[in-house]
């Protein structure tokens, strides 16, 4: 059965400070797609990165980094050098893409707040 | 360019009326999926189309729920006589592609069933 696991409910840091946030996912599928969605206080989704499980290298994007490592099937997200801007909740999702077939939603884990403190 | 929209942003309704979502995808989108988000929790599936089709309704909790997509653009969830336990925020999310396309989210509409 396909799932995600978000085990960090609630995180809080004082800012400048690194946090990692973890997911762990389960799949039947050889082929699927993994990602990280930001929910501010303001309340809309917000895309960060979509990773497909062909492509293990890890991702940088500013103070933004990911670990996709598929022998523990995690895809974790640190961010470097918090900020108070960077508080919101964070989702992790999995979509699995079946051959021949069109699936493609969303399965979502419970995600993390994360609270960042000046 | 605009983003994915929906209307209302809030609806308040008393339980046994029947309410309708709206959202408009963002412009050549192939594929439009609804979500409920309860508060707390992740988005979970509702439905999706790609183009006019309806190729998944296996996440619509009961017949009550219903979503069309009559030209292949904007779309509307109809939930009939609603329940006090429909209270949730609906979202909608459209992508280029099918197969697992990065899906853009609108910023919903919350519902509150009195």
């Known amino acids: 059965a396909q799932k995600v696991t978000q085990a960090q409910t609630e995180i809080s840091v004082v800012e400048k400070e690194d946090v990692t946030l973890d997911c762990v996912y389960e799949?039947?599928?050889?082929?699927?797609?993994l990602f990280w969605y930001k929910q501010p206080p303001s309340g809309e989704l917000v895309f960060l990165i979509r990773?497909?499980?062909?492509?293990?290298q890890n991702e940088i994007s500013g103070r933004y980094s990911w670990n996709f490592q598929k022998s523990t099937s995690s895809f974790n997200f640190t961010i470097t050098a918090s900020q108070v801007v960077d508080s919101a909740v964070y989702f992790c999702a999995l979509s699995e893409a079946w051959y021949g077939g069109s699936q493609g939603n969303l399965i979502f884990g419970k995600g993390t707040k994360l609270s960042v403190k000046p | 360019g605009a983003g994915v929209s929906q209307s209302p942003r809030y609806k308040v309704t008393k339980r046994g009326q029947d309410v309708a979502l709206r959202c408009d995808p963002i412009?050549?989108?192939?594929?439009l999926y609804w979500y409920r988000q309860a508060l707390g929790q992740g988005p979970e599936f509702l439905t999706y189309?790609?183009?006019?089709?309806?190729?998944?309704k296996s996440g619509l909790p009961n017949d009550r729920f219903s979503a069309e997509r009559p030209e292949g653009s904007i779309s509307t969830l109809t939930i009939q006589r609603t329940e006090q336990r429909d209270s949730a925020m609906y979202r909608c999310a459209s992508s280029l592609g099918a197969r697992s396309e990065t899906q853009y989210f609108g910023p919903g509409t919350r519902l509150l069933v009195l």
């Open positions: 799949t039947r599928d050889t082929t699927y797609y």
């Open positions: 412009s050549g989108h192939v594929s």
């Open positions: 189309f790609n183009y006019e089709a309806q190729q998944d």
């Open positions: 990773r497909n499980s062909f492509d293990e």
